[in-house]
Antibody
Framework: VQVVESGGGLVQPGGSLRLSCAAS????????ISWVRQAPGKGLEWVSA????????YYADSVKGRFTISRDNSRNTLYLQMDSLRAEDTAIYYCAKYYSSGWYSLEKWGQGTQVTVSS | QSALTQPRSVSGSPGQSVTISCTGTSSDIGGFNYVSWYQQHPGQAPKFMIY???KRPSGVPDRFSGSKSGNTASLTISGLQAEDEADYYCCSYAGRYTLIFGGGTKLTVL
Protein backbone atom coordinates (compact mmCIF):
# COMPACT_ATOMS: atom_id res chain seq x y z
CA VAL A 1 0.00 0.00 0.00
CA GLN A 2 1.53 3.29 -1.06
CA VAL A 3 0.46 6.86 -1.71
CA VAL A 4 2.84 9.37 -3.26
CA GLU A 5 2.16 13.11 -3.37
CA SER A 6 3.51 15.53 -5.95
CA GLY A 7 2.90 18.99 -7.34
CA GLY A 8 4.07 21.15 -4.46
CA GLY A 9 6.24 24.21 -4.90
CA LEU A 10 6.62 27.94 -4.40
CA VAL A 11 3.68 30.13 -5.42
CA GLN A 12 2.82 33.78 -4.88
CA PRO A 13 -0.10 34.84 -2.71
CA GLY A 14 -3.29 34.70 -4.72
CA GLY A 15 -1.86 32.04 -7.00
CA SER A 16 -2.92 28.47 -7.70
CA LEU A 17 -1.39 25.04 -7.43
CA ARG A 18 -2.62 21.51 -8.13
CA LEU A 19 -1.44 18.64 -5.98
CA SER A 20 -1.62 15.00 -7.01
CA CYS A 21 -1.55 11.78 -5.01
CA ALA A 22 -0.80 8.54 -6.83
CA ALA A 23 -2.00 5.38 -5.09
CA SER A 24 -0.88 1.78 -5.50
CA UNK A 25 -1.11 -1.55 -3.72
CA UNK A 26 -4.80 -1.35 -2.88
CA UNK A 27 -8.15 -0.99 -4.62
CA UNK A 28 -8.17 2.79 -4.81
CA UNK A 29 -11.76 3.07 -6.01
CA UNK A 30 -13.36 1.66 -2.86
CA UNK A 31 -11.77 3.96 -0.27
CA UNK A 32 -12.36 7.51 0.81
CA ILE A 33 -9.19 9.61 0.79
CA SER A 34 -8.21 12.75 2.65
CA TRP A 35 -5.74 15.64 2.50
CA VAL A 36 -4.08 16.72 5.75
CA ARG A 37 -1.54 19.53 6.08
CA GLN A 38 1.17 20.48 8.53
CA ALA A 39 2.45 24.05 8.72
CA PRO A 40 6.14 24.51 9.62
CA GLY A 41 6.70 23.48 13.24
CA LYS A 42 2.97 23.04 13.78
CA GLY A 43 0.48 20.23 14.23
CA LEU A 44 -1.68 18.36 11.76
CA GLU A 45 -4.76 19.96 10.22
CA TRP A 46 -7.44 18.05 8.32
CA VAL A 47 -8.09 19.84 5.02
CA SER A 48 -10.47 17.86 2.83
CA ALA A 49 -11.91 14.44 2.05
CA UNK A 50 -13.61 12.70 -0.84
CA UNK A 51 -15.81 9.61 -1.04
CA UNK A 52 -14.77 6.50 -2.93
CA UNK A 53 -16.82 7.43 -6.00
CA UNK A 54 -15.88 11.09 -5.86
CA UNK A 55 -19.49 12.11 -5.55
CA UNK A 56 -19.18 13.56 -2.06
CA UNK A 57 -16.57 16.08 -0.95
CA TYR A 58 -15.89 17.77 2.38
CA TYR A 59 -13.69 20.70 3.41
CA ALA A 60 -12.33 22.44 6.47
CA ASP A 61 -13.73 25.93 6.92
CA SER A 62 -10.22 27.35 6.42
CA VAL A 63 -10.11 26.21 2.79
CA LYS A 64 -13.77 26.05 1.80
CA GLY A 65 -14.42 27.92 -1.43
CA ARG A 66 -10.71 28.03 -2.35
CA PHE A 67 -9.69 24.36 -2.56
CA THR A 68 -11.27 21.60 -4.63
CA ILE A 69 -10.68 17.89 -4.05
CA SER A 70 -11.25 15.40 -6.85
CA ARG A 71 -10.17 11.93 -7.93
CA ASP A 72 -9.72 9.85 -11.06
CA ASN A 73 -10.33 6.23 -10.15
CA SER A 74 -9.21 5.08 -13.60
CA ARG A 75 -5.78 6.56 -12.85
CA ASN A 76 -5.72 5.74 -9.10
CA THR A 77 -5.03 9.40 -8.46
CA LEU A 78 -6.31 12.02 -6.03
CA TYR A 79 -6.06 15.76 -6.66
CA LEU A 80 -6.24 18.98 -4.69
CA GLN A 81 -6.75 22.17 -6.68
CA MET A 82 -5.70 25.09 -4.52
CA ASP A 83 -6.73 28.60 -5.61
CA SER A 84 -6.46 32.03 -3.97
CA LEU A 85 -3.53 30.79 -1.94
CA ARG A 86 -2.50 32.62 1.22
CA ALA A 87 0.67 32.66 3.28
CA GLU A 88 -1.09 30.60 5.95
CA ASP A 89 -1.57 27.78 3.44
CA THR A 90 2.19 27.15 3.57
CA ALA A 91 2.57 23.57 4.77
CA ILE A 92 3.45 20.02 3.92
CA TYR A 93 0.39 18.44 2.36
CA TYR A 94 -0.21 14.75 2.97
CA CYS A 95 -2.73 12.51 1.31
CA ALA A 96 -4.01 9.68 3.47
CA LYS A 97 -6.25 6.68 2.95
CA TYR A 98 -9.08 6.18 5.40
CA TYR A 99 -9.10 2.98 7.38
CA SER A 100 -11.60 0.39 6.20
CA SER A 101 -14.88 1.82 4.90
CA GLY A 102 -15.19 4.53 7.52
CA TRP A 103 -14.45 8.23 7.75
CA TYR A 104 -12.90 8.05 11.18
CA SER A 105 -9.15 7.37 10.99
CA LEU A 106 -6.31 7.56 8.47
CA GLU A 107 -4.48 4.33 7.87
CA LYS A 108 -1.82 5.10 5.27
CA TRP A 109 -0.05 8.41 4.70
CA GLY A 110 2.26 9.57 1.96
CA GLN A 111 5.53 11.39 2.56
CA GLY A 112 3.94 14.71 1.71
CA THR A 113 4.62 17.55 -0.71
CA GLN A 114 5.76 21.02 0.38
CA VAL A 115 3.67 24.04 -0.57
CA THR A 116 5.15 27.48 0.07
CA VAL A 117 3.10 30.62 -0.48
CA SER A 118 5.33 33.67 -0.55
CA SER A 119 6.13 36.70 -2.66
CA GLN B 1 -13.42 24.57 15.57
CA SER B 2 -10.34 24.65 17.83
CA ALA B 3 -7.78 21.88 17.87
CA LEU B 4 -7.94 19.22 20.55
CA THR B 5 -5.77 20.02 23.57
CA GLN B 6 -2.64 17.97 24.23
CA PRO B 7 0.32 18.63 26.55
CA ARG B 8 3.22 20.09 24.59
CA SER B 9 5.65 17.55 25.99
CA VAL B 10 5.96 14.46 28.17
CA SER B 11 8.97 12.41 29.13
CA GLY B 12 9.88 9.08 30.68
CA SER B 13 12.78 6.72 31.19
CA PRO B 14 13.21 3.45 29.30
CA GLY B 15 10.92 0.78 30.71
CA GLN B 16 8.55 3.27 32.31
CA SER B 17 5.01 4.13 31.23
CA VAL B 18 3.79 7.47 30.00
CA THR B 19 0.29 8.74 29.26
CA ILE B 20 -0.60 11.49 26.81
CA SER B 21 -3.95 13.18 27.27
CA CYS B 22 -6.15 14.72 24.60
CA THR B 23 -9.08 16.92 25.57
CA GLY B 24 -11.91 17.91 23.31
CA THR B 25 -15.61 18.60 23.63
CA SER B 26 -18.93 16.81 23.40
CA SER B 27 -18.91 17.66 19.68
CA ASP B 28 -15.88 15.53 18.98
CA ILE B 29 -14.22 13.20 21.50
CA GLY B 30 -17.23 13.08 23.81
CA GLY B 31 -19.71 12.56 21.01
CA PHE B 32 -18.12 9.69 19.12
CA ASN B 33 -16.02 6.61 19.81
CA TYR B 34 -13.70 7.49 16.94
CA VAL B 35 -10.45 8.67 18.45
CA SER B 36 -7.22 7.78 16.66
CA TRP B 37 -3.56 8.37 17.46
CA TYR B 38 -0.57 8.96 15.17
CA GLN B 39 3.17 8.80 15.76
CA GLN B 40 5.45 11.09 13.79
CA HIS B 41 9.23 10.92 13.82
CA PRO B 42 11.11 14.03 12.59
CA GLY B 43 10.91 14.45 8.85
CA GLN B 44 8.62 11.47 8.43
CA ALA B 45 4.95 10.93 7.67
CA PRO B 46 2.53 10.21 10.51
CA LYS B 47 2.03 6.55 11.40
CA PHE B 48 -1.35 5.05 12.33
CA MET B 49 -1.14 3.73 15.93
CA ILE B 50 -4.63 3.52 17.48
CA TYR B 51 -8.15 3.71 16.05
CA UNK B 52 -11.69 3.60 17.44
CA UNK B 53 -10.30 4.73 20.83
CA UNK B 54 -8.74 1.41 21.86
CA LYS B 55 -7.92 -0.70 18.77
CA ARG B 56 -4.42 -1.31 17.43
CA PRO B 57 -3.72 -1.79 13.72
CA SER B 58 -1.75 -4.85 12.74
CA GLY B 59 1.94 -4.43 13.52
CA VAL B 60 1.58 -1.89 16.33
CA PRO B 61 3.09 -3.23 19.56
CA ASP B 62 0.69 -3.93 22.43
CA ARG B 63 2.75 -1.51 24.53
CA PHE B 64 0.55 1.15 22.96
CA SER B 65 -3.00 1.43 24.31
CA GLY B 66 -5.81 3.93 24.10
CA SER B 67 -8.73 4.89 26.29
CA LYS B 68 -11.39 7.56 26.67
CA SER B 69 -13.43 9.09 29.45
CA GLY B 70 -15.94 11.78 28.66
CA ASN B 71 -14.32 14.46 26.53
CA THR B 72 -10.75 13.26 27.18
CA ALA B 73 -8.85 10.52 25.38
CA SER B 74 -5.51 9.09 26.43
CA LEU B 75 -2.63 7.20 24.85
CA THR B 76 -0.51 5.10 27.18
CA ILE B 77 2.87 3.74 26.17
CA SER B 78 4.23 1.11 28.54
CA GLY B 79 7.73 -0.34 28.60
CA LEU B 80 9.08 2.84 27.00
CA GLN B 81 11.78 2.32 24.37
CA ALA B 82 14.19 4.76 22.75
CA GLU B 83 12.46 4.43 19.39
CA ASP B 84 9.20 5.66 20.93
CA GLU B 85 10.67 9.17 21.05
CA ALA B 86 8.51 11.10 18.59
CA ASP B 87 5.60 13.48 18.29
CA TYR B 88 2.15 12.04 18.97
CA TYR B 89 -1.12 13.43 17.65
CA CYS B 90 -4.63 12.58 18.70
CA CYS B 91 -7.51 12.88 16.27
CA SER B 92 -11.26 12.68 16.62
CA TYR B 93 -14.16 12.44 14.24
CA ALA B 94 -16.12 15.68 14.60
CA GLY B 95 -19.23 14.89 12.60
CA ARG B 96 -20.18 15.84 9.04
CA TYR B 97 -17.28 13.74 7.70
CA THR B 98 -14.66 16.00 9.31
CA LEU B 99 -11.69 15.21 11.53
CA ILE B 100 -10.02 17.35 14.17
CA PHE B 101 -6.47 16.88 15.40
CA GLY B 102 -4.67 17.76 18.60
CA GLY B 103 -1.73 20.14 18.67
CA GLY B 104 0.73 17.31 19.20
CA THR B 105 2.85 16.09 22.12
CA LYS B 106 6.60 15.62 22.00
CA LEU B 107 7.65 12.47 23.83
CA THR B 108 11.20 12.44 25.11
CA VAL B 109 12.77 9.19 26.29
CA LEU B 110 15.30 10.16 28.93
Amino acid sequence: VQVVESGGGLVQPGGSLRLSCAASGFTFSIYAISWVRQAPGKGLEWVSAISSSGGNTYYADSVKGRFTISRDNSRNTLYLQMDSLRAEDTAIYYCAKYYSSGWYSLEKWGQGTQVTVSS
Amino acid sequence: QSALTQPRSVSGSPGQSVTISCTGTSSDIGGFNYVSWYQQHPGQAPKFMIYDVTKRPSGVPDRFSGSKSGNTASLTISGLQAEDEADYYCCSYAGRYTLIFGGGTKLTVL
